[in-house]
C-alpha cells in the first residue's frame, strides 16, 4: 500500500505503516460494540477510515482476489462490499476521483 498518497483516501490508515495497527484498532471498535462478531484469525483488515469503518478480507482461501468486506461501528455484522479487493480498489479510486471534481 505505500508509504505516502497525497491527498488520496485523507483521513483513511491505508498505508504501510497503519497496516499493523488496523487489525487492533478493529477488534477495539468490536469490543466496545459488546462483540457483536468474532473476527476471522485469518482476516486481513487492510484499511481503517476514520477508526469507525473498517475493511477486510478473509486470507484462509488464498484467493489471489478475494472479496472485501465492510463493518461500520455500530453493525451488527460485516457486509460484502465488492466481490474482488482489485474491483474495491477500482472502485475507491473512481470515488475519490469524483469527489474531486466537486
Known amino acids: 500500500m505505500g508509504r505516502k498518497s497525497g491527498l488520496f483516501n485523507q483521513g483513511t490508515d491505508v498505508l504501510y505503516d497503519s497496516l499493523f495497527y ?7 471498535v468490536l469490543d466496545s460494540d459488546g462483540e457483536p462478531f468474532s473476527l476471522n484469525h485469518d482476516a486481513f483488515v487492510f ?15 488464498h484467493l489471489e482476489d478475494p472479496p472485501v468486506f ?7 455484522k460485516p457486509r460484502l462490499i465488492n466481490e474482488s479487493l482489485s474491483g474495491f480498489l477500482y472502485d475507491s479510486a473512481l470515488e475519490e476521483l469524483e469527489s474531486w471534481k466537486k
Open 22 to 28: 488496523n487489525r487492533t484498532a478493529f477488534e477495539n
Open 47 to 61: 484499511m481503517s477510515h476514520q477508526g469507525y469503518i473498517f475493511h477486510f478480507f478473509d486470507t484462509s482461501e
Open 70 to 76: 465492510g463493518y461500520k461501528e455500530g453493525e451488527l
